[in-house]
């Protein structure tokens, strides 16, 4: 199983970025999708989640400016952060997790400078 990350880069304070993460391979089924995050010198955090056919779950640092969303039949979720601000620069990992276990991305970089 590899998950696959996308969107990441340098955008200006109060920008948006879409990231995507894909997943391969052998995966029976897919119950949880979600972000964490790590900034240098940090511990990763949790970002987003996304059961499937559930409610969205965010962290409380991000309510109302970063929203999870998922498309089952691309094995596919999404992460669109607006309002971004310079504490949000990080690299950004994708997991999920289902009958196999959990599983996790590579990460990309997000970077929020003037």
């Known amino acids: 199983v590899q998950l696959q990350a996308f969107g990441g880069g340098l955008v200006q304070p109060g920008g948006s970025l879409r990231l995507s993460c894909v997943v391969s391979g052998s995966i029976a089924t897919i119950n949880m999708m979600g972000w964490y995050r790590q900034a240098p010198g940090e511990q990763r955090e949790f970002v987003a989640s996304?059961?499937?056919?559930?409610?969205?779950n965010s962290a409380d640092s991000v309510k109302g400016r970063f929203t999870i969303s998922r498309d089952n039949a691309k094995n596919t979720v999404y992460l669109q952060m607006n309002s971004l601000e310079p504490e949000d620069t990080a690299v950004y990992y994708c997991?999920?997790?289902?009958?196999?276990?959990?599983?996790w991305g590579q990460g990309t970089q997000v970077t929020v400078s003037s």
């Open positions: 997991y999920c997790s289902g009958s196999n276990g959990l599983y």
């Open positions: 996304m059961m499937r056919g559930g409610t969205p």
